[in-house]
């Protein structure tokens, strides 16, 4: 069985930063996929950003560039995501995912395999 664990959300003021842990636990395989999401209240789950398992390719939503900075220590099985410069709209609960087996960047929301339980980042305005 396969845990995924977020941590290092809260609250923050318009400007500030935050980063996010997503620790996977349990029978993870040799490489996978990681990918961080984001749900906002009455809004539909959205991708943030992706990484590969060598964590040399990474992907972003549009609104996230520059501003959002994913990466990945395989030694501790960790995915970070560094968010700078929040927005109110960036209120959410943000989700970590997994892609057992895929050593490629993974895009889509549905070939993910696990997803942890989410961690719910507030800024205020």
């Known amino acids: 069985q396969v845990q995924l664990v977020e941590s290092g959300g809260g609250l923050v003021q318009t400007g500030g930063a935050l980063r996010l842990s997503c620790v996977a636990s349990?029978?993870?395989?040799?490489?996978?996929?990681m990918g961080w999401f984001r749900q906002a209240p009455g809004k539909e789950r959205e991708v943030v950003a992706g990484i590969s398992w060598s964590g040399i390719s990474t992907y972003y939503a549009d609104s996230m560039k520059g501003r959002f900075t994913i990466s990945r220590d395989n030694a501790k099985n960790t995915v970070y995501l560094q968010m700078n410069s929040l927005k109110p709209e960036d209120t959410a609960v943000y989700y970590c995912?997994?892609?057992?087996?895929?050593?490629?960047?993974?895009?889509?929301?549905?070939?993910?395999?696990?997803w942890g339980q989410g961690t719910q980042v507030t800024v205020s305005s």
């Open positions: 349990g029978r993870t395989c040799s490489s996978y996929a």
């Open positions: 995912a997994a892609a057992w087996g895929r050593s490629m960047i993974v895009r889509g929301m549905g070939e993910y395999d696990d």
